[in-house]
């Protein structure tokens, strides 16, 4: 099937026109940890100037039935359809270069399909550098700077190598094949993982885009402002600390994810560092999810004892944990 039936510009997009040194993808995968893609592409797209350029044909590559949009029901009518869109984004950056964000749903159908429709897009418009952006959820404080492990195509392409520490053997969302088949095309792909404190993955987390974004300059991206994400972490520091401070569990949670972490970054006197085998079985029991069918799983026992976080708006009634729920599962 003829992949360029897939993709289209926008009627009034002269494609021709189109230059961009830079591709970033937020495209969905196994989870959004701390919403870290939807607070990026909130950001840039209402921080700096943008419209939108072209589009995939959802209607041949989206699961409707098996991820149902929503609607409102109002009394007697329906409104504010969500209709699912993969957007291509051209965005200029506060240097005035032009780059382009690629947004949405991960595709549900045709992954070889798509992936050839957006290669030939990357070719159209002259990319020469496509950067991945996706977090999820790890073992890790949110007290300790967030750490961002990188993959590529081609491992000589990452300028700042941080890898996982191990081989994982997993089930593969839709921007594993997109890296592999651009990195197969002759392009450069560095896709960067941000590590998000696993009991804040289901709290807008403004720092795990922030620490995105700082990696996205790491590694040859665009210049964007981090002013207005600042902003808004502030408060939900402040939220998780006043909650951290009230529960003796969640201090003993973190106070043993803070040993943890500090020991695998630097070797402390008289303790013994952990080896790779060591951070690659830690880092396992939490990718172990993604290789299950179901969307969920359950949290490892040891954060059984904690109550729950929640993000500074965060509403709940009672018997209601909210969305910051240690105890919940989560998608992985």
Not at 14 to 39: E, K, P, W
Not at 258 to 272: V, W, Y
């Amino acid at each position: 099937m003829d992949p360029t039936s897939l993709f289209s510009y926008e009627r009034h997009v002269d494609s021709r026109g189109l230059r961009g040194r830079t591709l970033l993808i937020t495209l969905g995968a196994f989870t959004d940890a701390g919403n870290a893609q939807a607070v990026i592409d909130d950001h840039l797209l209402n921080s700096l100037p943008s419209r939108v350029v072209g589009r995939l044909d959802m209607d041949q590559v989206f699961d409707y039935a098996g991820r149902r949009p929503e609607v409102t029901l109002k009394l007697d009518h329906f409104e504010d359809y969500e209709r699912p869109e993969i957007l291509l984004h051209e965005v200029t950056d506060i240097d005035g270069e032009q780059f382009f964000l690629l947004t949405g749903p991960e595709p549900s159908f045709q992954w070889e399909r798509v992936a050839s429709a957006l290669r030939i897009v990357v070719d159209q418009l002259g990319i020469e550098r496509i950067l991945m952006l996706q977090s999820f959820p790890a073992p890790v404080p949110h007290t300790r700077e967030l750490p961002v492990t990188r993959f590529a195509g081609n491992p000589d392409s990452i300028n700042v190598r941080r890898t996982m520490p191990g081989t994982f053997r997993l089930r593969a969302p839709f921007t594993a094949l997109l890296t592999m088949r651009l990195a197969d095309a002759g392009h450069d792909v560095v896709g960067l993982v941000a590590h998000v404190p696993q009991y804040l993955h289901e709290i807008p987390y403004p720092d795990a885009a922030m620490a995105l974004l700082r990696a996205v300059g790491e590694e040859a991206g665009p210049t964007v402002p981090y002013g207005a994400l600042e902003a808004q972490a502030e408060p939900v520091r402040e939220s998780i600390a006043a909650q951290v401070e009230a529960t003796p569990q969640l201090q003993e949670m973190v106070a043993g994810l803070e040993k943890q972490f500090d020991r695998a970054i630097t070797a402390g006197a008289g303790e013994e560092v952990p080896t790779g085998d060591d951070l690659a079985a830690e880092f396992e029991q939490y990718l172990a999810g993604l290789d299950e069918s179901g969307d969920d799983r359950d949290e490892p026992d040891h954060l059984g004892g904690a109550d729950h976080l929640r993000g500074p708006d965060d509403q709940g009634g009672p018997g209601d944990a909210g969305p910051g729920d240690i105890d919940d599962q989560h998608d992985a």
